[in-house]
């Protein structure tokens, strides 16, 4: 036969082959339902803001979405499940900060940040500094100058905790006076404490459960440490407007798959909740709470991650802090 035959021949029987549909093509996606892993226990943020997006999500693709909690160790169980997931897009993690955080803090995780790939952070809280009424601090220069001698307690939700590393960084790196954490199992304990008067200063995630607390009165909120001041507590300064430039420390929630996950199916997700997070319903929702609705492409998301890590990453190191 001749060349040019037997080349005719082989088109026509590739043909039917590249005519069939890829599994993994962004077009076919999703045709099951997806679950999202969250890293930590029903009740908290991101628990909540995953359950929201989740909804929403099922709503635009047109499949269920099944949430299941997997917390422990900081977060590092439901992740190594997810970089252990088929990278199909049908397994995503939903946390937080901790997962920048953790890339330095611990060192047996069993997986490394680079397994997986950033979808969408959807949104974002600063650390904020709040104390007891009855303190007579209105601001935070008024808190530390009156701390003068003393060393201060400060309470947060844990060891490794962004609220810890954040306040403890301060103190030690920033502010330059002594302070001694009071971790606590969990947000809701510290609070607890604090209304309760039994340590100095709350650090604490603005979107933890603090906006609730200032607004009734129970706690004050002195300062937050991020870039702008937050819509559901205008009143409350900036760090750099209460003397101390430079430094941001925000918690955020966000949405990750297996670093393989094909980059069409990756975008898919990316667009979709980045739709759902520009709606008004939920923009309003997440200020509410205390959060900025945070959207962007997944670029850009993924490199904030990174970003993310490196500033984490530099306050852990610069405490000495390290988790077995």
Not at 45 to 57: T, Y
Not at 198 to 204: A, F, P, Y
């Amino acid at each position: 036969m001749p060349f040019r035959s037997l080349k005719v021949c082989a088109a026509l029987a590739l043909a039917p082959l590249l005519a069939l549909p890829r599994p993994a093509a962004a077009q076919d996606y999703p045709s099951k339902p997806i679950t999202f892993v969250v890293a930590f226990a029903a009740g908290g943020v991101a628990d909540g803001i995953g359950r929201l997006v989740g909804q929403k999500l099922s709503e635009k693709l047109g499949q269920s979405v099944v949430v299941e909690n997997r917390g422990g160790a900081g977060g590092n169980i439901a992740a190594k499940q997810v970089v252990s997931a088929s990278p199909d897009g049908y397994t995503l993690l939903v946390t937080t900060t901790a997962l920048a955080i953790n890339e330095t803090l611990h060192r047996n995780k069993g997986f490394a940040a680079s397994d997986l790939a950033a979808v969408a952070i959807a949104a974002s809280s600063p650390e904020a500094f709040a104390v007891h009424p009855s303190n007579a601090a209105t601001t935070l220069k008024d808190f530390l100058a009156t701390a003068k001698g003393k060393t201060i307690s400060f309470g947060s939700a844990g060891v490794g905790s962004g609220s810890h590393i954040a306040a403890e960084y301060f103190f030690k790196e920033i502010a330059k006076v002594p302070a001694t954490h009071v971790p606590f199992q969990g947000g809701a304990p510290a609070i607890n404490a604090a209304v309760g008067n039994h340590i100095d200063l709350l650090s604490i995630t603005l979107g933890g459960g603090l906006v609730a607390q200032v607004k009734s009165g129970a706690l004050k909120a002195l300062a937050v440490a991020n870039d702008k001041r937050v819509g559901a507590m205008a009143d409350v300064p900036t760090l750099a407007e209460a003397g101390f430039p430079n430094f941001q420390a925000t918690s955020w929630v966000g949405f990750f798959v297996p670093a393989t996950t094909p980059a069409a199916v990756t975008a898919k997700l990316n667009a979709a909740i980045d739709e759902i997070v520009r709606q008004p319903e939920i923009q309003q929702r997440l200020s509410a709470l205390g959060f900025d609705p945070v959207t962007g492409h997944q670029g850009e998301a993924d490199k904030r991650f990174r970003a993310e890590i490196a500033q984490w990453g530099k306050m852990v190191t610069a405490l000495g802090l390290k988790v077995e």
